[in-house]
């Protein structure tokens, strides 16, 4: 069975750190993207953060929200990925939900080229960071 | 940035009836679309992907149509356990990934 399952939440006053970790069974994780996506209370969905398997490289993509102070990275040798947290703000409080992204491939109009449409086919249960002083 | 626009916020419809959920995307993302399932302390749930693909496992009731900007997913004959919140999320043209604010089905 897929599983992610996050770790790493709790309650932490504003300015400092928190490193989220998604742990992953089931699949080769090496073989896949991920994302974060955290829900902010009474609000919806935001995603924040996606990283490429490493055959595109491990690079990795953010919101503008959290640019700058958060990094996604990955262990593919133990199948987790984390979210450091640097700087959090009052407005960071949410649910962060780890998620898989699996990938359509869509040849281009030129030879070698390829668009890469991603979406996110399993999702952990989340964890709950609270920003507060 | 993708703005996607869902409607309505909130939805009440009884079992055995239909529930259609709309999905507007302020500018054209193909067929690039996801719908996903939120229910309070549960992982959620890709319901379908590339606009009307339902993921694996989903229900036949679960179907999803439309391109473009304007996309539908309909829950025919709507079971209790259906309730929860739906959100549509746009794949076409990222970062970022952009999600509607979402519909609350409620089972009346």
């Known amino acids: 069975e897929v599983q992610l399952v996050e770790s790493g939440g709790g309650l932490v006053q504003p300015g400092r750190s928190l490193r989220l970790s998604c742990t992953t069974s089931?699949?080769?994780?090496?073989?896949?993207?991920m994302s974060w996506v955290r829900q902010t209370p009474g609000k919806g969905l935001e995603w924040i953060s996606f990283?490429?398997?490493?055959?595109?490289?491990?690079?990795?993509e953010y919101a503008a929200s959290v640019k700058g102070r958060f990094t996604f990275s990955r262990d593919d040798s133990k199948g987790i990925a984390y979210l450091q947290m640097n700087s959090l703000k009052r407005e960071d409080t949410a649910v962060y939900y780890c998620?898989?992204?699996?990938?359509?491939?869509?040849?281009?109009?030129?030879?070698?080229?390829?668009?890469?449409?991603?979406?996110?086919?399993?999702w952990g249960r989340g964890t709950t960071v609270t920003v507060s002083s | 940035e993708i703005v996607m626009t869902q409607s309505p916020a909130t939805l009440s419809v009884s079992p055995g009836e239909r529930a259609t959920l709309s999905c507007r995307a302020s500018q054209s993302v193909s067929n690039n679309l996801a719908w996903y399932q939120l229910k309070p302390g549960q992982a959620p749930r890709l319901l379908i992907f590339g606009a009307s693909t339902r993921a694996t496992g989903i229900s036949a009731r679960f179907s999803g149509s439309g391109s473009g900007t304007e996309f539908t997913l309909t829950i025919s004959s709507l079971q209790s356990e259906d309730f929860g919140t739906y959100y549509c999320q746009q794949y076409n043209i990222w970062p970022p990934f952009s999600f509607g604010q979402g519909t609350v089905l409620e089972i009346k």
């Open positions: 089931g699949f080769t994780f090496g073989d896949y993207a």
């Open positions: 990283i490429r398997n490493k055959v595109y490289g491990g690079t990795t």
């Open positions: 998620t898989r992204q699996d990938v359509e491939v869509v040849p281009g109009a030129v030879f070698g080229q390829s668009f890469h449409y991603y979406y996110m086919d399993v």
